[in-house]
């Protein structure tokens, strides 16, 4: 038998809120009602190819980021440190700027967010990363690789939308001065 809230005679597991009113993200409304995975992908579909080409364009980066700064398995991965803190401070620059300047348009955080920045950072390359050096007796440094990437990553997404809200703030003063 699944418990029951005292107070409220709901499942313990049922969430209070009506999270099918939340909106999923921020360039696509979904109706209040249950809608189908055929009427969902029928009417986003137009963001498919907006996707796939920034993510295109983002591994590409990326693969030249890994060109430049190549590594064997016992070595750390600048490369990949590079590409998740840097994409990681771009990431919180452009979500700063997609819900506040740029809201109405439909493709730049599909397009940049989700496919550049997407395709750009890889944390899947960095757990291989990791595994390497853990493979090849660098278990200091594989902690040191995986704790310090993911607090610089989470520094340069509060640094890119710090940066992004005083941009955006400077704007709109100097707009109310002229």
């Given amino acids: 038998m699944v418990p029951r809230n005292r107070r409220s005679g709901r499942l ?19 109706a209040p009602s249950a809608a189908t995975l055929r009427e969902l992908v029928a009417d986003n579909a137009d963001l498919l190819p907006v996707i796939a080409v920034g993510g295109a364009l983002g591994s590409l980066a990326r693969w030249g980021l890994s060109e430049a700064f190549p590594h064997g398995p016992d070595e750390l991965a600048w490369g ?5 803190v840097a994409g990681s401070l771009l990431l919180g620059l452009l979500m700063a700027f997609v819900l506040d300047v ?14 550049v920045l997407g395709g750009f950072t890889t944390f899947s ?3 291989l990363d ?3 050096l853990f493979a090849t007796g660098r278990p200091g ?10 607090l610089a990553a989470l520094l340069a997404v509060l640094i ?16 109310l001065t002229r």
Wanted: hydrophobic share 40%.
């Fill in 12 to 30: 313990d597991h049922e969430v209070e809120a009506d999270l099918h009113r939340l909106p999923l993200d921020s360039d696509v409304t979904a």
């Fill in 80 to 84: 990949t440190v590079i590409a998740n």
């Fill in 102 to 115: 740029w809201s109405e348009r439909r493709y730049v955080r599909p397009f940049l967010g989700v496919g």
């Fill in 125 to 127: 390359t960095y757990e």
């Fill in 130 to 132: 990791a595994r390497g």
């Fill in 141 to 150: 440094l594989a902690l040191a690789y995986l704790g310090g990437s993911v």
């Fill in 160 to 175: 890119g939308v710090v940066a992004g809200r005083a941009a955006i703030d400077r704007r709109r003063d100097r707009e």
